[in-house]
């Protein structure tokens, strides 16, 4: 109910037909509290279908922490929707009650001594990545990360989650500034024995599986389980690809996509080309590596605008390279470490910020 309605925000009638309904769902939950620890931790499968224990390749998820984990997500989208929806009491009430629950989310799961969450598992650190602003600060935050990442490499690139870390684990890793968790989310998409996606592919599975368990000749649970693929297809789109959408409380999705592939995998890949389908039209996008540059190719459909992001600093073949110049159809917008303002054509603007040099285009086909 409530993540079907979080990419509604622009349409504000969509959420005050069902808002009353949000209301009575979370007054539910919070009779279920826990009185001891005035947290929502109550529930039964948990992170469901975790891998089976394999050497030091399982490390459990309590129930507890992934319910309470939803519970903060449901309460900032509350805050969200009542913010969108100018009710001012209710948002102070859900932003009063978010806060003291982050708090306490804390206080109950997180190890300060080892920069982890709940158990330290894959899922618990990604989940606790997930929740805006529930790590204290960029430190802990990166800390945190640091740690997801090295239990992924510890686990030779396999995932010890089940299908609720699963959806949260490849984004979680791109939380690392520093691109090592984009690399990693690569690496586990390669791997094709037990537990991985590959490993269904390699099973001849044309499907996303309940269990990563099973063969082509013998089912462990359900084969049609299209929630297992969310994580991973807003990754290959928004870090592979580089195409994603900007949507928040004024801007429709795919009124203003975002282009930008993650540097710490376009040299693994070489060359990448996708599209998307939106209400507007279809965007598209390619890029190819050279020996000494990148070329980008993005078509967007009428009515919508880039905005093309690409990095001053990137790492390449383990080494850190600066971005030396930018063009948008043969007209140079930066160059020496400083931007050329070059407006007209469908070149809006060109900004040049701390980490990026980012151009905004109209509508049509820029290279």
Known sequence: YHPVSCST???AQVLEDHYDGFVAFMDYLWRFRNPKTNMVEFGFLGDWNEPAPSGNLHLNTPTK????????????????????LGKQKQTEKYQKLLTEQLSIYND?????????????????????????????????????????????????????????????IF????????GTGSAAGLKMLFRDDYPSFGWMAHNTATTLWESWSGTRFQADGSRNHIMYGGGVGTFLY?????????????????????????????GALGWAKGWHKSPYGNH??????HETSLTMENTAPISTQVETRLARKLMLSGKVHSLQSVKVDGKVV????????????????TRNTTHYIIATTTSGTFK
């Open 108 to 168: 109950l799961f997180y190890n300060k001594t080892n920069s982890v969450y709940c158990t330290g598992s894959q899922t618990s650190n990604a989940m606790a990545l997930e929740v805006p602003g529930l790590t204290p600060n960029s430190a802990v935050r990166q800390s945190v990360a640091a740690s997801l990442l090295n239990n992924v490499v510890q686990n030779a690139y396999h995932t010890t989650s089940g299908i609720v870390g699963i959806r949260f």
């Open 65 to 84: 922490c992934v319910t309470a984990f939803y519970w903060l997500q449901c309460l900032y989208n509350m805050v969200e929707f009542s913010t969108v």
């Open 9 to 11: 925000l622009s349409h």
């Open 284 to 289: 598209t996008l390619q890029w190819q590596l």
């Open 171 to 178: 984004s979680s890793l791109t939380a690392l500034s520093d």
């Open 238 to 266: 928004d870090e592979l690809l580089g195409l994603s959408t900007v949507s928040n409380f004024t801007t429709s999705g795919w009124k203003v996509s975002q282009v930008g592939p993650d540097w710490s995998v376009i």
């Open 334 to 349: 930066y160059e020496g470490g400083k931007y050329v303002p070059h407006p007209g054509d469908g070149l809006l603007y």
